[in-house]
């Protein structure tokens, strides 16, 4: 709070349509944030409502800046808050572990409606007695989270600027990415799951235009969609989400201009095998050099 005042500085200096659009947004933010303080996420629509109030109305705020600006047409409502939905439930997903670590006080954003099929209570997730009801338990909340796709991708199909447009769409690409390498992973329970830095980087490096969207969403998804384990409670409706995001990239007609995001697993070679076979060789090698020259040795010895 010390530096505060540079933020209320820079706040007045802001065109007006700038400062009710922020004056606005925060406003409704600080009340919904201050209502979950008493109150705990206990279902579906209370995850949503959480989430709305702590990211949906920054996709709100941003909507209205991009308008505010000039630069493009004002977004939906529910679009915009899609964009903030999809990216917060990403993040609460990945930081399972650490929230509910956390000191004093756990913090508990995974909505009761979800984990109590699975468990009695939620930190009962990160016992490894209870490793195979919390992989289905974090599959359940990754499909929870991919309903949010369609509208994120409609969002960013809609921009025009392209400085606006990559703004949106890197932080909507790693989320996707991020859930590709959560899902059905138990160690989301034991420690940090994200993108590996060199994704990240080929990530904001080829983001530049929707196609390119398009193609990191369908690589993405697929990868998700090749770990779905058949007896997984939800796999029915984990596959249809992905296959309706699937269907949204084919039907973009841009999929063979896109540059691929898939993590292929490279093939691992074992170097001592491949150590020993030269060894073979280099000894077989020097055996028949040896005989050879012994052979010739006796020959010449015979004949002079």
């Known amino acids: 709070m010390d530096q505060f005042h540079h933020v209320s500085t820079a706040f007045l200096e802001l065109g007006r349509s700038y400062q009710e659009a922020i004056e606005d947004i925060t406003r409704k933010m600080g009340a919904g944030m ?31 800046l991009f308008h505010a600006s000039g630069k493009e047409d004002l977004a939906s409502d529910t679009l915009s808050n899609s964009m903030g939905l999809f990216l917060q439930k990403t993040n609460i997903i990945r ?3 650490e929230d509910i670590n956390e000191i004093p006080k756990s913090r508990m954003f995974w909505p009761r409606e979800i984990w109590s099929k699975y468990v009695s209570k939620l930190e009962e997730l990160k016992y490894e007695e209870n490793s195979v009801k919390a992989v289905q338990c974090l ?65 904001i490096a080829r983001t530049k235009t929707m196609s390119d969207v398009y193609g990191a969403f369908y690589d993405f998804s697929c990868l998700l969609q090749s770990k779905v384990d058949n007896n997984d409670p939800n796999a029915r409706k984990t596959k249809d989400r992905l296959e309706s995001i699937l269907k949204t990239c084919r ?16 093939p691992t070679y074992n170097p001592m095998p491949i150590a020993v076979i030269f060894i073979i060789l280099a000894i077989l090698l020097a055996y028949l050099s040896a005989t050879r020259s012994n052979y010739i040795c006796k020959f010449c010895y015979k004949h002079v």
């Open 34 to 64: 201050a209502k979950f303080i008493c109150k705990e996420v206990e279902t579906g629509d209370d995850y949503d409502e959480y989430c709305h109030y702590v990211a949906g109305l920054v996709g709100l705020g941003l909507s209205k």
């Open 251 to 266: 039907d973009s007609g841009t999929l063979n201009e896109r540059k691929s995001y898939i993590i292929r697993k490279e």
């Open 139 to 203: 599959n359940d909340m990754v499909t929870n989270a991919l309903a949010h796709v369609d509208d994120c991708l409609k969002y960013m199909s809609a921009l025009q600027d392209p400085a606006i447009f990559r703004f949106c769409a890197i932080p909507q690409i790693m989320a996707i990415g991020t859930l590709a390498m959560c899902y059905n992973n138990i160690q989301v329970f034991r420690g940090v799951v994200k993108m590996r830095r060199g994704l990240t980087a080929k990530v």
């Open 95 to 97: 930081d399972y572990l």
